[in-house]
């Protein structure tokens, strides 16, 4: 039988007893076996007070989750009379002891709380506010994940997630099979594993806290806010999602350290960065030598690894493009030059007075397992680069300026969503790889390399 972790608090009066200290026991070593226990803990999510109906009978119930300083957590759950009067008591963020309650097998569907038990309270139980509202237990507990992480779980599985708000929809009414209706909203999240994920908010989420992120998705042009959601339940169909539930916690703007971290990265990319989506399709997660011998490329495949940038193909790095407007959308086919020096669109079937240059960067990335050719165009070049084609291509008759630019991204590391597809040039079999995201590794700092050094010297 586990011993007992002792703690000294402030004096507490029991009913008959005179003040004592109490021995508290930490909630990781709560067991069945041992009848009389007490814990402190503080409160970080109060339940709502629902109403209940079996074939025997009907009620109310009512649960909250508490933490102790040691980061365990559990739901406390009560039935009936003891359900209204325990909400009534609770309050959300504070610290309170707890002995007398039932333990029983935690259903792990419906929450993932550090222990194997669920505690039942009844009238008989007590539940009393701490006189010391200790500063050494914490406020919130997230076990996060990455969204390359959350992309690789199966469906249905109960995750954290601490990610940027990228936009968010205009709220939409669905009609339930009980002919209710639910209104819903759905936010597009992304971190630094250069992914992005859509998560649905139902109910009252998408009317609370979602009304409050779509306010400050539209105030604030160049700041995003930083969200932590708690227990979001995955889907996999056509790719990952993330959908909102009874015991979802949504956190606007948290006030911890991942969240401080998460914003300074975000700040510090280039605000063309883009972020390819797991939600609309599979992104594997294998390095530059799993694609070249996987069997997957006779149709494209997605895949992400961290790589450096050993080698960039600058003599060609640009294609000047139509400046045509079709459909409301810039045309971008690559012109053709005439005869009389004039621009000429194939797909536009006209003359152009003037093109606007577009990248088609080719270079060559290592990831420690292989090297290979890639393409990055215009966007994602652009986020590598940190300068337009079109005004890198006005310092190229210029090298004094224009390798101050080029070479600052060699050698850097990035993280790298990568579209690889099998494809025949000149009777030989090849990997054609298109770069669909690059967001750069922040962490990582190189030494001068013998390349920077040669570009250096005069």
């Given at each position: 039988?586990?011993?007992?972790?002792?703690?000294?608090?402030?004096?507490?009066?029991?009913?008959?007893?005179?003040?004592?200290?109490?021995?508290?026991?930490?909630?990781?070593?709560?067991?069945?076996?041992?009848?009389?226990?007490?814990?402190?803990?503080?409160?970080?999510?109060?339940?709502?007070?629902?109403?209940?109906?079996?074939?025997?009978?009907?009620?109310?119930?009512?649960?909250?989750?508490?933490?102790?300083?040691?980061?365990?957590?559990?739901?406390?759950?009560?039935?009936?009379?003891?359900?209204?009067s325990y909400y009534n008591q609770i309050q959300l963020g504070k610290t309170?002891?707890?002995?007398?309650?039932?333990?029983?097998?935690?259903?792990?569907?419906?929450?993932?709380?550090?222990?194997?038990?669920?505690?039942?309270?009844?009238?008989?139980?007590?539940?009393?506010?701490?006189?010391?509202?200790?500063v050494n237990i914490p406020q919130y507990l997230f076990r996060f994940k990455?969204?390359?992480?959350?992309?690789?779980?199966?469906?249905?599985?109960?995750?954290?997630?601490?990610?940027?708000?990228l936009s968010i929809t205009a709220p939409s009414t669905i009609r339930k099979?009980?002919?209710?209706?639910?209104?819903?909203?759905?936010?597009?999240?992304?971190?630094?594993?250069?992914?992005?994920?859509?998560?649905?908010?139902?109910?009252?989420?998408?009317?609370?806290?979602?009304?409050?992120?779509?306010?400050?998705?539209?105030?604030?042009?160049?700041?995003?806010?930083?969200?932590?959601?708690?227990?979001?339940?995955?889907?996999?169909?056509?790719?990952?999602?993330?959908?909102?539930?009874?015991?979802?916690?949504?956190?606007?703007?948290?006030?911890?350290?991942?969240?401080?971290?998460?914003?300074?990265?975000?700040?510090?990319?280039?605000?063309?960065?883009?972020?390819?989506?797991?939600?609309?399709?599979?992104?594997?997660?294998?390095?530059?030598?799993?694609?070249?011998?996987?069997?997957?490329?006779?149709?494209?495949?997605?895949?992400?690894?961290?790589?450096?940038?050993?080698?960039?193909?600058?003599?060609?790095?640009?294609?000047?493009?139509?400046?045509?407007?079709?459909?409301?959308?810039?045309?971008?086919?690559?012109?053709?030059?005439?005869?009389?020096?004039?621009?000429?669109?194939?797909?536009?079937?006209?003359?152009?007075?003037?093109?606007?240059?577009?990248?088609?960067?080719?270079?060559?990335?290592?990831?420690?397992?292989?090297?290979?050719?890639?393409?990055?165009?215009?966007?994602?070049?652009?986020?590598?680069?940190?300068?337009?084609?079109?005004?890198?291509?006005?310092?190229?008759?210029?090298?004094?300026?224009?390798?101050?630019?080029?070479?600052?991204?060699?050698?850097?590391?990035?993280?790298?969503?990568?579209?690889?597809?099998?494809?025949?040039?000149?009777?030989?079999?090849?990997?054609?790889?298109?770069?669909?995201?690059?967001?750069?590794?922040?962490?990582?700092?190189?030494?001068?390399?013998?390349?920077?050094?040669?570009?250096?010297?005069?």
């Amino acid at each position: 039988m586990p011993t007992s972790h002792t703690d000294t608090l402030a004096p507490a009066t029991r009913e008959g007893h005179p003040e004592h200290y109490m021995q508290l026991m930490p909630i990781k070593s709560l067991n069945p076996y041992q009848s009389v226990w007490t814990i402190e803990g503080r409160v970080i999510k109060k339940g709502n007070l629902n109403n209940y109906s079996t074939e025997k009978r009907t009620g109310q119930v009512f649960s909250f989750d508490i933490i102790d300083k040691s980061n365990s957590d559990i739901v406390v759950t009560s039935f009936d009379l003891a359900a209204t009067s325990y909400y009534n008591q609770i309050q959300l963020g504070k610290t309170y002891t707890i002995k007398g309650g039932t333990l029983r097998t935690a259903k792990k569907d419906y929450n993932n709380s550090t222990t194997p038990w669920d505690i039942i309270l009844d009238l008989d139980s007590s539940v009393k506010l701490s006189t010391n509202q200790s500063v050494n237990i914490p406020q919130y507990l997230f076990r996060f994940k990455t969204i390359a992480e959350i992309n690789s779980a199966p469906a249905k599985s109960t995750i954290d997630l601490l990610a940027i708000a990228l936009s968010i929809t205009a709220p939409s009414t669905i009609r339930k099979s009980d002919s209710t209706f639910n209104h819903k909203r759905t936010v597009v999240l992304s971190d630094n594993s250069a992914l992005c994920i859509e998560a649905t908010l139902w109910g009252a989420f998408s009317d609370n806290e979602g009304k409050l992120l779509s306010e400050l998705c539209a105030t604030q042009t160049s700041i995003r806010p930083v969200l932590a959601i708690k227990r979001a339940k995955t889907t996999t169909f056509k790719g990952t999602t993330l959908a909102t539930g009874p015991n979802t916690q949504i956190f606007i703007d948290p006030d911890i350290t991942e969240a401080h971290a998460l914003r300074a990265w975000f700040t510090s990319l280039a605000s063309t960065t883009a972020y390819p989506s797991v939600s609309i399709g599979k992104i594997e997660k294998t390095d530059i030598a799993g694609m070249k011998s996987s069997s997957q490329l006779g149709k494209p495949l997605t895949f992400s690894t961290a790589a450096t940038i050993i080698h960039i193909n600058m003599s060609s790095f640009s294609y000047p493009a139509c400046t045509s407007i079709v459909n409301n959308q810039q045309c971008k086919k690559k012109l053709d030059l005439t005869a009389n020096s004039s621009w000429y669109c194939q797909k536009c079937k006209h003359d152009v007075s003037h093109c606007d240059y577009k990248y088609a960067l080719h270079f060559i990335i290592e990831d420690g397992t292989s090297t290979t050719w890639v393409t990055a165009f215009d966007e994602v070049a652009t986020s590598i680069m940190g300068i337009s084609a079109q005004e890198l291509q006005l310092l190229a008759p210029t090298p004094d300026k224009f390798w101050p630019v080029v070479k600052p991204i060699l050698f850097h590391r990035y993280m790298f969503t990568i579209s690889a597809k099998l494809e025949v040039y000149r009777s030989e079999e090849k990997a054609q790889c298109t770069v669909v995201a690059a967001v750069k590794d922040m962490t990582s700092s190189m030494q001068e390399s013998p390349l920077d050094a040669f570009l250096a010297t005069p």
